[in-house]
């Protein structure tokens, strides 16, 4: 075993510029973590459910109707949220759910909107940068670059939420392109034309605007926000109702992951000076990564990456999960943080029901809780629920380390949708739930189990790999 550990994490270090945030590369001789039917189930209701939550163009679900010229996903079938959401959409990629013409579609759609070539002054306090990607785009093609709310032009945006969008989108995006590219193995759209909604771009050049608009510290590229009063910029969209400032982890992530995407993509278009600039960007994050946010346990084995330097700086639980998965981390760091997510596997302070919390149920800070939200209380949603998003990160980052507690995570995540089956054939697959007060909420969130399965799968811890 202590053989296998070596060749998976001398692994884990070269997979940091080829993996997707839904994942890439798999896990060398890693024995699968589900049985077969157990596989099968998790497999078909990850289709069932994202296929549910497709509305093609012109599609009305209730009292909701697509008029946008493109089929798109909502991030669950039953409503709960009305509007395409990058991110949550993103969240779908890396398997067969999504067919190249819709993923098209969604990087048109989101092309055509985004402003420029200057600063968008909405009003005071409200600043749409050029190039930066809207948080989500309403059904009749509007955007809304801020989250809270479904508001479009000079209405949207302000306190709690942001003079400033969410610093993920922009990352994301690149990987939707990346994708695409993944799956029709041609790069004829990203050597393309598109439309914006200034003037047409390339769109390799557009990737490169909307790439550098997060703001990025000079020396590490580590993503950062302003005081949460005055700029408040939400690190990413399963915390937007999270307040953080100074060096951000997980959009940082995000930026590691995205500039290795751009790098194998301007390979790919035989622009080596463009993809060696990419390769040296996520060189340097991945370097200060660790520096920056990790801390060590007083023993030294263990330790968690933090969630930001200023307001937040907590152990992040999503965060150091997903910093091992795409590789963001590497030993001596990586096998110290994995230890430290299979210890809150095991005493259930992280996971129940193989769901996962963001902040840890010990963190002293504010009980169990981020330490400033927008009015949530601990234990619910972003402050404390569990989530099946962060269940495919968290299984294959203590695999790494501890591979019988992912295999018993993952039994225990089968269960928790086998035990909420529908006379439809679905699981009721819950956005965060608190198994200690029943709150829950929006079932039918596709990412709470395709994500899993796509993280599963593209780690090779599954049979079909």
């Given at each position: 075993m202590r053989n296998y550990l070596s060749r998976l994490g001398t692994t884990l270090k070269t997979i940091a510029l080829l993996m997707a945030v839904s994942g890439a590369l798999p896990l060398p001789a890693a024995e699968p973590v589900l049985n077969r039917a157990d596989e099968d189930f998790?497999?078909?209701?990850?289709?069932?459910?994202?296929?549910?939550?497709?509305?093609?163009?012109?599609?009305?679900v209730g009292k909701y109707r697509n008029t946008t010229p493109y089929d798109v996903h909502v991030p669950g079938c039953n409503m709960g949220y009305p509007a395409y959401w990058v991110r949550d959409s993103v969240m779908m990629l890396g398997g067969d759910f999504i067919s190249a013409p819709e993923l098209e579609g969604w990087i048109r759609l989101t092309s055509g909107i985004l402003v420029g070539p200057g600063d968008w002054h909405v009003r005071p306090g409200v600043i749409i940068p050029a190039y930066a990607v809207p948080d989500h785009i309403n059904l009749d093609g509007q955007a809304?670059?801020?989250?809270?709310?479904?508001?479009?032009?000079?209405?949207?945006?302000?306190?709690?939420?942001?003079?400033?969008?969410?610093?993920?989108?922009d990352f994301y995006f690149i990987t939707a392109v990346y994708e695409h590219w993944k799956l029709?193995?041609?790069?004829?759209?990203?050597?393309?034309?598109?439309?914006?909604?200034?003037?047409e771009m390339l769109l390799a050049d557009l990737c490169e605007k909307v790439y550098q608009r997060p703001p990025g510290d000079r020396a590490t590229g580590l993503v950062f926000a302003g005081d949460i009063k005055t700029e408040n910029a939400k690190?990413?969209?399963?915390?937007?109702?999270?307040?953080?400032?100074?060096?951000?982890?997980?959009?940082s992530i995000l930026k590691y992951v995205a500039a290795g995407q751009l790098a194998q993509l301007f390979e790919a278009a035989d622009q080596p000076a463009r993809a060696k600039r990419y390769r040296e960007d996520a060189a340097r994050i991945k370097g200060a990564i660790p520096q920056t946010f990790f801390r060590p346990s007083?023993?030294?084995?263990?330790?968690?990456?933090?969630?930001?330097?200023?307001?937040?700086?907590?152990?992040?639980?999503?965060?150091?999960?997903?910093a091992i998965y795409t590789g963001a981390v590497e030993a001596p760091t990586a096998p110290k943080v994995a230890r430290a997510l299979g210890r809150a596997f095991r005493e259930k302070t992280a996971v129940r029901e193989g769901c996962v919390r963001a902040i840890l149920t010990t963190d002293r800070l504010s009980q169990g809780g981020w330490e400033e939200t927008v009015g949530q209380r601990v234990g619910t949603g972003q402050n404390g629920g569990?989530?099946?998003?962060?269940?495919?990160?968290?299984i294959c980052a203590i695999f790494t380390v501890d591979p019988k507690a992912a295999t018993d995570m993952a039994k225990d995540f089968i269960q928790f949708l086998r035990g909420k089956m529908r006379a439809d054939g679905m699981a009721e697959t819950w956005e965060w739930f608190n198994p200690d007060t029943g709150a829950r909420n929006n079932p039918l969130y596709v990412a709470t189990v395709a994500l899993?399965?796509?993280?599963?799968?593209?780690?090779g811890l599954l049979h079909t790999r």
């Open positions: 998790l497999k078909e209701q990850a289709r069932l459910i994202a296929n549910s939550a497709r509305l093609k163009a012109g599609q009305a809304s670059f801020y989250p809270g709310n479904y508001k479009t032009g000079n209405k949207q945006g302000g306190y709690p939420f942001g003079t400033y969008p969410p610093l993920d989108d029709t193995g041609s790069l004829s759209l990203f050597n393309s034309m598109v439309k914006t909604s200034f003037s690190d990413w969209g399963f915390c937007d109702g999270v307040f953080k400032s100074g060096k951000l982890l997980f959009p007083p023993s030294g084995t263990e330790g968690w990456l933090h969630s930001a330097t200023g307001v937040g700086n907590q152990p992040d639980v999503w965060g150091s999960a997903f569990y989530w099946g998003t962060g269940t495919g990160w968290y899993p399965y796509l993280c599963l799968k593209n780690a």
